[in-house]
Every structure is written in C-alpha cells, then in structure tokens.
C-alpha cells in the first residue's frame, strides 16, 4: 500500500470513527428507552433482543476504532445481558444496573471528545458495578471453545469465590484481558486464532495491569509441561485427563491464594 493510499484510509478510517461516536448518544437514547420500556412492562424478548444487539454491535465497532474504553463497557454489558436467560430472568433490579452502563457509555464519549486517553473514573465505576453484581470477589477469564468442557469447568468453579467470564476466541480474549481487570486467566491451549500458549505469552509480555495474575493453561499434551519453562509460559499447567474437574479445582485455589488472602482458610 502506498503512503498516499494508506494515509487516505488512515482519513476515511478517522471519519468513520467520527461518525460512529456522532451516532453515539441517538443510540444510547435508544437504549435508554429501552430498558425503561422493559422496567415499565417487563423483558419482552423483541425488546431485549434489540438492546442485545445494540449492545453488541457498539461493543465490535469501539473495537474497531481503537475506542476500547467503550468495548470494555459493553463487554461488562453483555456478561450481565448472557446471565438472564435471552432476557426472562432480566429483572428490575439487573434493569437498573444496565441503565449505569448506559450513563457510563454516555461518559466515555464525552471523555473521548475530550481527548482523554486513560479513563479512570470509568475503570473505577466498573468495578463497582462488577462487585454489585455478584458477591464473589475474583473474576476469572475462562477460555475455550468446546461447550462440553465449560460446562464441566463452569460446574467444577461453582465451589469456588470466583465469577467465570467465559469466551471461545484466543484473540478476542487477549484483547479483553488486556484492557479489562481479573484476577486469573484460565485457557486451554486448544482454542482457534491465538493458542493458550500464544495468549498467556502475550500477556505476560504487556504492561498492562493484569500483565502478572497468574494464569493456568489447561491441554491434552502430557509433555507440554516438560518445555514449557519461561518466564512467559503459564504458572500452571493442567493435563485433561478424570480427574481434570477436581485438578482444576484445586489449583485455582493455589493460584488466587497465591496473591489472595481469601481462599487460604
């Protein structure tokens, strides 16, 4: 590509972004009517199928634009949004917590305007909210691609203080865990577009905050362990095999008690 073809898309890409938060608050309008009509006389599932993919589709183009503040909001959005059960179990109370999501939406696009690159109240706020939403005080990043084995997971973590965000993707996880706080990452090594290997790597690599949880990596290798001995590779590996719900168990324990006062009684 020629420097006069890329800085034409660099400008194209720059009006699209503009565009897109123009749009902004039109669709945080609508959103806002929304849960107030579903406050109002309930979750209709047309209802709250529209507000879900409102949600998701502000979630891909912030992503998109390199706008990651408001990604990180949607993607807290849309964990609550996939607890209620396609919206049945979306109650007044869960109504509430997603219209703070909405004013924190409207905040960032006035923080982005603004030209503010780091958003600290936001990130503040969020926590808060994640604490409102359940009692359980770690929040583990959950990898893998086979339904069968996160629900084995999911089952087996049940026992624990912690709150499972599960996602399939190794890429799309690497780009959350780099912008949103956990305390833990578990991923298989198994997972399309960026290996557990691969994401656990890069993590450690970055500068973010997370950079050091401590992380598990979870395989069907039973000799992955002997060579995976950098300071980049995971702090504990699991090997799929019976006993693989009460390992996983037990060494997630060990790994927040590591750094955590909680699970140690």
Known sequence: M?????DT???????LRNTFLEGMPEKLDRLENLLLEMEKSGADSEIFNEF????????????TFGLHITTTICHQLEDLLNTTDGGTKYTPALIAISLNFVDLLRLAVEQIHAENTSFPQIEERLGEL???????????LLVDNSKLLTKIYLQALAELPVRPVVMSDGLQALMRVLTEPFDLLITTNEIPVLNGVALIGALKLSSVKNHNI??????????????L???????????????????LVDVTRRALSATND???T
């Open 52 to 63: 879900y993919r409102i949600v998701h589709s502000l979630k891909g183009s912030g992503g």
């Open 262 to 264: 909680v699970l140690q």
């Open 229 to 247: 001995n950098r300071t980049t590779d995971a702090d504990y590996i699991i090997v799929k095999d019976a006993k693989l719900a009460q390992n």
């Open 2 to 6: 020629s420097s006069i073809n890329s």
């Open 130 to 140: 994640r604490k409102q939403l359940t009692k359980k005080p770690f929040t583990v």
């Open 9 to 15: 898309f660099q400008q194209m890409l720059l009006q």
């Open 214 to 227: 401590k992380s598990i990596l979870i395989t069907s290798n039973k000799k992955i362990a002997t060579y």
